[in-house]
């Protein structure tokens, strides 16, 4: 074969790559968009904190099922003691409290929350672990972003909200808080270990402290009581929203730019809105709308100075 012809089979394949990046980002995107719909059509029924652990205990279980079977060893103990700290953070606040969230507020009010996470992290940083070295453009991208939520909750202020509605917004600040210190600890302490073998471990782990929260705080009905559209969310949830969207992702971060990688956190509250507008007939205001652009404007820039700042040094 000539140089031309392996040439021009490699730009086809290049570029067949790059497409299917594409149509992995455009998957990844909208389904976990929909994930948060799926979460509030699973609560209408159930306990969220209920939803939750099934869910995590099935995904987890599955996680590590396959991992086995490839031959991962069990982790060490300091492991161990690492992934349950861990799983408090990332599955049981975050996945636990924003799927309890969405038992009373909008799947579209609860992504977006959960979008702050990086105006999060850097507020965190900067109060807890002193740092100063942020540039003018993370400072303007932090006011933005709260300018988005305050244009949000500016009109939520002037109606009469249904019953649980202040639970519901902090359950869900919780969550995105929960995540974020999630975040700082796993990009502070690096424990060597596959990230998705540990994912599983975190589930596992996640799915019997909240079984036991959901005990404790009577978030439990008996499991003949769960009607089908509930079980049919979760295994939405397990099979598309952890596995194919997952599978999805990691095939985007592999052929695309970080920086049009990560695009599906900011489209991800526009298709939990809409969704949740079609299908639960959830509002859909100018407010609302204006307010959730200016707010992921604001989380864009805060993510685009910290990128520039680590690439320049």
């Known amino acids: 074969m000539s140089n031309t012809n392996i040439n021009t089979s490699l730009q086809i394949d290049k570029s067949q790559k790059q497409t299917w990046s594409y149509l992995a980002l455009s998957a990844t995107s909208v389904i976990?968009?929909?994930?948060?719909?799926?979460?509030?059509?699973?609560?209408?029924?159930?306990?969220?904190l209920q939803v939750s652990y099934?869910?995590?205990?099935?995904?987890?279980?599955?996680?590590?099922?396959?991992?086995?079977?490839?031959?991962e060893k069990l982790p060490t103990w300091q492991q161990f003691r690492w992934l349950f700290i861990l799983?408090?953070?990332?599955?049981?606040?975050?996945?636990?409290?924003?799927?309890?969230?969405?038992?009373?507020?909008?799947?579209?009010?609860?992504?977006?929350?959960?979008?702050?996470?990086?105006?999060?992290?850097v507020i965190i940083e900067m109060i807890f672990f002193k740092k100063k070295n942020n540039s003018l453009l993370t400072f303007i991208g932090l006011f933005i972003g709260?300018?988005?939520?305050?244009?949000?909750?500016?009109?939520?202020?002037?109606?009469?909200?249904?019953e649980?509605?202040?639970?519901?917004?902090?359950?869900?600040?919780?969550?995105?808080?929960?995540?974020?210190?999630?975040?700082?600890?796993?990009?502070?302490?690096?424990?060597?270990?596959?990230?998705?073998?540990?994912?599983?471990?975190?589930?596992?782990?996640?799915?019997?402290?909240?079984?036991?929260?959901?005990?404790?705080?009577?978030?439990?009905?008996?499991?003949s009581?769960?009607?089908?559209q509930t079980w049919a969310a979760i295994a939405y949830l397990i099979s598309v929203g952890s596995i194919v969207a997952f599978v999805a992702f990691i095939y985007t971060v592999k052929y695309l730019p970080p920086a049009i990688a990560t695009l599906y956190a900011y489209i991800n509250p526009i298709v939990a809105m809409?969704?949740?507008?079609?299908?639960?007939?959830?509002?859909?205001?100018?407010?609302?709308?204006?307010?959730?652009?200016v707010t992921l404007v604001g989380v864009y820039i805060v993510n685009y100075s910290i990128r520039k700042k680590n690439i320049g040094g």
């Open 274 to 293: 809409i969704t949740g507008a079609i299908l639960l007939s959830e509002p859909l205001t100018l407010n609302l709308i204006v307010g959730a652009l």
């Open 146 to 162: 709260i300018a988005g939520i305050a244009v949000v909750f500016y009109e939520n202020a002037f109606h009469v909200q249904p």
């Open 32 to 48: 976990w968009g929909t994930t948060w719909v799926a979460s509030r059509i699973g609560v209408q029924h159930v306990p969220g």
């Open 87 to 121: 799983s408090i953070f990332s599955f049981v606040l975050s996945n636990g409290f924003s799927t309890w969230s969405v038992k009373y507020i909008s799947s579209g009010l609860a992504a977006l929350i959960s979008a702050m996470t990086p105006l999060c992290v």
């Open 225 to 228: 009581e769960i009607p089908f």
């Open 54 to 71: 099934i869910r995590q205990f099935i995904a987890g279980t599955l996680l590590l099922i396959f991992f086995f079977i490839r031959g």
């Open 164 to 223: 649980g509605y202040g639970l519901g917004v902090l359950l869900g600040f919780i969550a995105m808080l929960g995540w974020s210190i999630g975040t700082i600890f796993i990009a502070r302490n690096k424990y060597q270990m596959n990230p998705y073998y540990a994912v599983g471990w975190q589930m596992f782990f996640g799915s019997f402290i909240i079984w036991a929260l959901a005990g404790t705080t009577n978030n439990n009905i008996s499991f």
